[in-house]
């Protein structure tokens, strides 16, 4: 059973840093695309970043310069980097992964979730 665990959240005011990780079990995802997605109440999910197979990686505009992805195939785990955090960043983290090899911004193309972890930004 794939299971996806978010782990970092939690309260820092504008400015700040925070970081994720996420833990992949179940299955070796080394091959796949991981990535993170947010959701602010009363918004749509929304891409946030994701990293594939190989190392290659891609922002949303809204986060480029400020975040940065990296995973771990060895400890099947991704992680995320935010500084410069500002109060519009504030949402709830989904950490997925993708099957495809591609690096796709639409929550449609992952296949798996974790639950979700709270980052709240205070200004």
């Known amino acids: 059973q794939v299971q996806l665990v978010e782990s970092g959240g939690g309260l820092v005011q504008a400015g700040g840093s925070l970081g994720l990780s996420c833990a992949a079990s179940?299955?070796?995802?080394?091959?796949?695309?991981m990535g993170w997605f947010r959701q602010a109440p009363g918004k749509e999910r929304e891409f946030v970043t994701a990293?594939?197979?190989?190392?290659?990686?891609r922002y949303a505009d809204s986060v480029k310069g400020r975040f940065t992805v990296s995973r771990d195939n060895a400890k099947n785990t991704v992680y995320l980097q935010m500084n410069s955090l500002k109060p519009e960043d504030t949402a709830v983290y989904y950490c997925a992964v993708s099957r495809q090899f591609i690096a796709t911004m639409s929550p449609r193309g992952y296949d798996y979730w974790g639950q979700g972890t709270q980052v709240t930004v205070s200004s």
């Open positions: 990293i594939m197979w190989h190392g290659g990686t």
């Open positions: 179940g299955r070796t995802f080394s091959n796949y695309t």
